[in-house]
């Protein structure tokens, strides 16, 4: 494979799976504490759209991050309500969050902005750049290795390393602290933990809010990282991805992180093959290729979601004993 082409590879990788990987720490957060979020989607989507408005309005890196956190936290809440505090369909409350999101974004993008649901573009001041912009030049000269970190692993924004430094924290969270071993424990039983002295209801909370944090970054990522502005529907079904990368990855950050990256260079991969005719089949239509990371899904969640270990408790709600 060609240098220049193993690097813009890697690097289209590691850029289209940072939202994905920030969404399945979320979403296996959440999980984890016995929370079934399928709302992941609508949260990045609002994320998104909170970040494009407050970002052209404002002219805020840090202020558009902290509304994009602010709103997918409030969703997350706004789940926990219906289905922690009141004991809801978990399911149910997930997919209304993914309709209203994709709905009220649209509704509140043409009353604000009257350009189609869509928002101005962000200002380049406001966007996300390298934090290394020279690393590829400054390694150009070195063969293959040079072409593979410069371009390929240095030539990224603060969120891609930031995703990727959250799946050791995940990890270390759940598998080293007191706080995670609570968490892992209320998503296997919820009575055990309330008869040790521990609020179920505080710790579900509380892994919602760090779940929407997670999902505000990831929406954040879309509009300030990738695309200028904000556009309807702009997830593409990112958040169901993520959610199938969590299954695959057994609820464990590390497996999870592996599926995120898969995911992503499926996705970079649809990118490159566009316009290549393959020995013996000749140029491959686009839209199969685009289909690739979508069909990867559904393959995952119906082959994975029945062999895998899911928490016990998850998706039960917890009555309180008397």
Same mark, same amino acid.
């Given at each position: 494979? @060609?240098? /220049? $082409?193993?690097? =813009?590879?890697?690097? %289209? ?10 969404? #399945?720490?979320? +979403?296996?957060? %959440? ?5 079934? @979020?399928?709302? $992941? ?5 609002? /994320?998104?759209? !909170? =970040?494009?408005? %407050? ?8 202020? /558009? ?14 789940? +926990? ?20 999101? =994709? ?14 649901? &869509? ?17 590829? %030049? =400054? ?14 692993? *240095?030539?990224?924004? *603060? ?9 050791? +924290? ?42 929407? !944090? ?13 695309? #200028? ?17 969590? !299954?695959? +990855? ?5 497996? /999870? ?15 490159? $093959? ?17 289909? $690739? ?22 998706? &039960? ?6």
């Amino acid at each position: 494979m @060609d240098e /220049a $082409l193993l690097g =813009a590879l890697l690097a %289209s990788t590691l850029r289209v799976a940072t939202p994905l990987i920030l969404c #399945a720490m979320a +979403g296996l957060i %959440s999980e984890r504490a016995g929370v079934v @979020d399928v709302g $992941l989607e609508g949260k990045m989507l609002f /994320a998104a759209f !909170i =970040a494009a408005a %407050s970002g052209a309005a404002y002219g805020s890196t840090s202020l /558009a991050l902290l509304l994009a956190i602010a709103t997918a936290i409030a969703l997350s809440w706004l789940h +926990g309500f219906a289905c922690v505090s009141h004991r809801g369909d978990q399911v149910v409350s997930g997919v209304a969050l993914n309709i209203v999101a =994709a709905g009220l974004t649209v509704v509140l993008g043409l009353a604000w902005f009257q350009q189609g649901g &869509q928002t101005p573009p962000v200002s380049d001041s406001v966007r996300l750049h390298a934090l290394w912009p020279g690393a590829a %030049s =400054a390694w150009q000269g070195v063969p293959l290795v040079g072409t593979i970190l410069g371009e390929g692993l *240095l030539g990224h924004n *603060l969120l891609v390393y930031l995703a990727l430094a959250l799946v050791a +924290g995940v990890w270390w969270l759940l598998y080293r602290t007191r706080f995670g071993l609570r968490l892992r424990a209320v998503g296997e039983n919820a009575h055990m933990v309330d008869a040790a002295g521990v609020s179920v209801l505080r710790l579900r909370y509380a892994a919602l809010t760090l779940n929407g !944090i997670l999902c505000g970054l990831a929406g954040g990522y879309l509009v300030l990282a990738q695309n #200028a502005a904000f556009v309807p529907h702009m997830t593409a079904g990112r958040g169901f991805m993520a959610l199938a990368a969590m !299954i695959f +990855g057994n609820w464990r950050p590390v497996r /999870a992180l592996w599926a995120c990256l898969l995911f992503g260079f499926l996705d970079a991969s649809a990118i490159q $093959l566009q316009g290549v005719s393959l020995p013996g089949i000749g140029e491959v239509p686009v839209q199969a290729i685009q289909a $690739l990371p979508y069909l990867l899904t559904v393959v995952l969640l119906a082959g994975f979601i029945g062999k895998a270990a899911v928490p016990k408790a998850l998706g &039960q709600p917890y009555v309180k004993e008397r």
